[in-house]
């Protein structure tokens, strides 16, 4: 079963609108919430990541709303413009350690259009 | 400044033959991972590795090997291929125990098989 579930699986705003996009988790062990961007044919590029002790990460238009308690997480996207037109993936990972662990989780992904 | 490197970049194999996909970067990190990606299923994790000479298997391992004999590279090894494993495949590679968990993808091996 999918260890992140990410929600919606596509969306379509308008040019300034404010798209959302949520993840749960269940892993109490994920110590490490990162967002990728994916444009057609390429690999998932890092766009921002959040860990559990701040409650919200801004980088640019793209803020990171945490909820520890609730184990969610959201993406939002400030002032959409249709270069942000891409597949959004949130992900988890636990607590890297030399010996164990370099298992980042990946959840279904979100198919995001900015119609102009 | 190459980042991750992955070839080849498309392959058609016939079920039953056997590939194997390359992954090479150039950061020196010490983590690297093998992704498989299907519609509507996201990224799923196959194979990882912490360092060279060690790794481990992820969600999907079944029909796949791996190995780490240096840090650079992290050869993916289909063994019989099936219908099933047709996918698009990305290496990914990270830093490791640092503030910055972030991978950084390769561009991806569409691998289709008939």
């Known amino acids: 079963q999918q260890q992140v579930k990410q929600s919606p699986q596509s969306l379509i705003v308008q040019k300034g609108g404010i798209p959302i996009i949520n993840c749960a988790y269940e892993?109490?062990?994920?110590?490490?919430f990162p967002w990728y961007q994916q444009f057609p044919g390429k690999g998932p590029a890092l766009l921002i990541a959040?860990?559990?002790?701040?409650s919200e990460k801004k980088e640019g238009r793209f803020t990171i709303s945490f909820n520890k308690s609730a184990k969610q997480f959201s993406l939002h996207i400030m002032d959409s413009q249709p270069g942000d037109s891409a597949t959004y993936f949130c992900?988890?990972?636990?607590?890297?350690?030399?010996?164990?662990?370099?298992?980042?989780?990946f959840g279904a992904g979100t198919r995001l259009t900015v119609k102009p | 400044n190459a980042g991750v490197t992955q070839t080849p970049k498309f392959q058609v194999l016939k079920t039953g033959q056997s590939m194997t996909l390359q992954c090479a970067q150039d950061m020196n990190h010490e983590y690297m991972s093998w992704y498989r990606q299907d519609p509507g299923m996201g990224l799923r994790l196959i194979h990882y590795?912490?360092?060279?000479?060690?790794?481990d298997q992820g969600e999907v391992p079944n029909g796949y090997n791996v190995s780490r004999s240096t840090t650079e590279d992290f050869p993916l090894r289909l063994l019989s291929a099936a219908p099933s494993q047709t996918s698009v495949y990305f290496c990914a590679s990270s830093k490791g125990i640092s503030e910055d968990y972030g991978y950084t993808f390769g561009s991806g091996t569409r691998l289709t098989v008939v």
């Open positions: 590795s912490v360092g060279a000479g060690i790794t």
């Open positions: 992900a988890a990972s636990p607590k890297q350690d030399k010996y164990n662990n370099n298992d980042m989780r």
């Open positions: 892993n109490t062990a994920f110590d490490y």
């Open positions: 959040i860990r559990p002790d701040v």
